[in-house]
């Protein structure tokens, strides 16, 4: 028998902190996988050739992000590598004192570990969250300002906010901050293999998810001038104990290599996509496009509709065959909505967000685009909101 | 402001986008000078009714914590119950006043 069904492709456009892996990572996780297994600080051969294997991968990434082989540790995830760097610059330097200044956009894993350092420090309210504006621009003439201020440790910026795209002035709040000798935790993690990443920092966060390498690695480094104290145990490992997946660090920095070889291709190829998404779906009514229509990542676009549940048009696409991502309060257990969206002052309930992956073709948004329309109208008519 | 007629929807525990929806059906037949209030509980309703409210070019008037139904004299009370803006499910309730752009 023959069977003349076949079920649509999917089409996953959700490639944002967790994109698809890429080619060359799966490969070269097999290989780590056979070569690699063992523990690379004991003193035998297979020991050898793991710590052969996690020593290149170290030098791979310290390359592609422009640091020194010493300045780079390897986390167990982005979020790991977040909240360490926080934490112990925070106590590292709270002799200066408690003040952490950051963007009101920074990721949660930043504001989380900004929250618990100045807790723990007894001044919950030295935490200065910066504004931004209506495209998620943070004030950069109020941060440079707030990080100048005494008695603050430490402050974060992240180069591009991975949920609307829009990038942020690092530059200018990184010569603030050193002028005020104040080290800056920047959050590169929705940038790297997307993005330019400026040599503006002083701790620089990588996430390998986002760029196609496996789950189970993030990436922290760490300029040698930096002071900062650990708020975990001692271990051999002094950023993160227990060292890393010597495989999963392997795949990480072949798959970044990879894509930082075809970065400026795809990086052209990729805005050409959302400029089109950005025009179509502009023509749907109600509908706000939001982020930086031109100083933005090549490859995340987002948009909300209004009179439109998040979280039934995020499975509406599903049954069509298509992933996205939602900062919608409706698709979250918290009934939060994405902090994101309510500090640019923008819709937050039907919220969709794409991010483009180098495997997506201009043919996967096509279709996209051609079912999109009707599912907000199908999620519209089942709230009866015609003619509001 | 006492001198003019304010509509209130009454959109508590309802989730988002709901809260939104009846303060736009309530707005649909009134007149541009009008103002209506929407009480919610849902967090998102205080970001979304000021977004809904710009793009159909209308005005926030006033975003505030409805204090809560506590009864005159109540001190000594414990905090639980007379913790303002309450609901019987914990959450707060916020009233958002906008007057209707032409």
């Known amino acids: 028998m023959t069977d003349t069904t076949t079920p649509p492709r999917r089409v996953y456009l959700d490639n944002g902190g967790r994109a698809a892996l890429h080619p060359l990572a799966r490969t070269a996780l097999a290989q780590a996988i056979d070569d690699g297994w063992a523990d690379p600080r004991r003193l035998y051969a297979e020991a050898r050739r793991a710590a052969v294997l996690l020593d290149g991968a170290r030098e791979a990434i310290a390359a592609g992000l422009g640091a020194r082989t010493e300045e780079v540790h390897l986390a167990p995830s982005h979020v790991a590598a977040l909240h360490a760097a926080v934490g112990a610059v925070a106590l590292g330097r709270r002799r200066t004192g408690p003040g952490i200044v950051v963007s009101a956009v920074e990721r949660a894993a930043v504001l989380h570990a900004a929250e618990l350092a100045v807790a723990t420090a007894g001044s919950p309210d030295a935490l200065v969250k910066v504004p931004v504006d209506t495209l998620g621009r943070v004030d950069e003439a109020a941060m440079t300002e707030a990080v100048a201020s005494p008695g603050t440790a430490l402050a974060a910026l992240q180069v591009a906010n991975g949920e609307v795209g829009t990038v942020q002035p690092v530059a200018a709040v990184h010569a603030a901050a050193r002028r005020a000798g104040v080290p800056l935790v920047v959050d590169a993690g929705a940038v790297v293999g997307h993005g330019e990443v400026p040599d503006a920092w002083d701790l620089l966060a990588a996430d390998p998810a986002d760029w196609g390498g496996p789950a189970g690695v993030g990436v922290l480094a760490v300029r040698n001038r930096v002071r900062w104290r650990r708020t975990w145990p001692e271990d051999a490992e002094p950023w993160f104990p227990g060292g890393v997946s010597v495989p999963a660090a392997f795949a990480a920095a072949v798959a970044l290599q990879s894509v930082l070889a075809d970065r400026a291709a795809q990086d052209t190829r990729r805005r050409a996509i959302v400029d089109k998404v950005r025009a179509v779906v502009g023509q749907i009514p109600d509908v706000e496009v939001v982020g930086d229509p031109d100083d933005r990542l090549p490859h995340v676009v987002t948009f909300s509709f209004l009179f439109v549940d998040g979280e039934a048009l995020v499975t509406e696409l599903d049954r069509a065959g298509f992933a996205v991502g939602s900062g919608s309060a409706c698709t979250s257990s918290t009934l939060e909505p994405s902090h994101v969206l309510a500090a640019m002052g923008v819709l937050t309930h039907g919220n969709v967000r794409i991010a483009l992956d180098r495997a997506t073709t201009q043919d996967d948004v096509d279709r996209f685009l051609a079912v999109l329309p009707g599912a907000v109208a199908r999620v519209r008519a089942s709230l009866g909101v015609s003619g509001l | ?102």
Request: net charge negative.
């Open chain 2, 1 to 102: 402001m006492s001198d003019e007629p304010v509509t209130l929807v009454d959109a508590r525990t309802l989730r988002c986008p709901l809260p939104v929806i009846r303060l736009a059906a309530a707005a649909r037949d009134r007149a541009p000078g009008d103002v209506l209030t929407v009480w919610s509980t849902d967090p998102a309703a205080r970001h979304d009714v000021p977004a809904w409210a710009r793009m159909r070019g209308h005005a926030v008037v006033e975003s505030t914590v409805v204090e809560g139904t506590v009864v005159e004299g109540a001190e000594g009370q414990d905090a639980d119950a007379t913790d303002s803006g309450s609901t019987p499910d914990g959450g707060t309730t916020w009233a958002i006043t906008v007057r209707l752009g032409g």
